[in-house]
């Protein structure tokens, strides 16, 4: 069963700035099959990137992913006080799994 | 308009089978490519992968908790159900379903979530 690390656990940036979130996984797998989620307290999680770099629908351009080898990225630039919250990425092939999240908070 | 909402106990005891309904709108289990699956969050954490159904009666479990889960369908309704026995009080927490699409774009992701029913396993 292939396990994501999320890192960091918790990063607190001010509005305008850019959040880099890393997700690595265990092993070797398609970037085909790895999303990105945001959860707001209360709120169910909502799709933002799948496929690794491919942007949801209604998503805003500030927000984007990459792979490399085994290691994802989701980048949010000129982050907006909207974009506070945690952090979800998920890989959903043959097995399905998160990671742990990682918390986006205002500085 | 693609909706999905949960229901279910609110409390349920410790050993107790809990069972969950998905009722779903908006698209069809009947069609090609699409899935409905499970996913739960304690309080405080993580979301944890359950289970997941497709359209064509495939079923996957999480391999740690494959023993205790059963998801199944009923087309004509629009639902998943979930049922998870022996339930702990470590298995509290909110339950959501949401919808899986094979076909490319997303290949496979859940695309839309239900807003989650809150489970709590008690004495």
């Known amino acids: 069963e292939i396990v994501l690390t999320q890192s960091p656990g918790t990063l607190s940036l001010s509005p305008g700035e850019r959040a880099t979130l890393s997700c690595r996984a265990s092993?070797?797998?398609?970037?085909?099959?790895l999303a990105w989620y945001q959860q707001k307290p209360g709120q169910a999680p909502r799709l933002l990137i799948f496929g690794a770099s491919s942007r949801a629908t209604g998503i805003p351009d500030r927000f984007s992913g990459s792979a490399s080898g085994t290691d994802f990225t989701l980048t949010i630039n000129r982050l907006e006080p909207e974009d506070f919250a945690v952090y979800y990425c998920?890989?959903?092939?043959?097995?399905?799994?998160f990671g742990q999240g990682t918390r986006v908070e205002i500085k | 308009q693609i909706t999905l909402r949960e229901s279910g106990p609110t409390l349920v005891k410790p050993t107790q089978t809990l069972t969950l309904t998905c009722t779903f709108s908006?698209?069809?289990?009947?069609?090609?490519?699409?899935?409905v699956g499970w996913i739960r969050q304690p309080p405080g954490k993580a979301l944890e992968w359950l289970a997941l159904?497709?359209?064509?009666?495939?079923?996957r479990y999480s391999p740690s908790l494959k023993s205790r889960l059963t998801i199944t369908k009923d087309t004509s309704k629009n639902q998943v159900v979930l049922t998870m026995t022996n339930m702990d009080p470590v298995d509290t927490g909110t339950y959501y379903c949401?919808?899986?699409?094979?076909?490319?774009?997303?290949?496979?992701?859940?695309?839309?979530w239900g807003q989650g029913t809150m489970v709590t396993v008690s004495s």
């Open positions: 908006g698209f069809s289990l009947s069609t090609s490519g699409v899935g």
């Open positions: 092993q070797s797998l398609s970037s085909t099959y």
């Open positions: 159904i497709y359209w064509n009666e495939d079923k």
């Open positions: 998920h890989h959903y092939g043959t097995s399905r799994t």
């Open positions: 949401a919808r899986v699409v094979v076909a490319a774009p997303v290949f496979g992701a859940s695309d839309v």
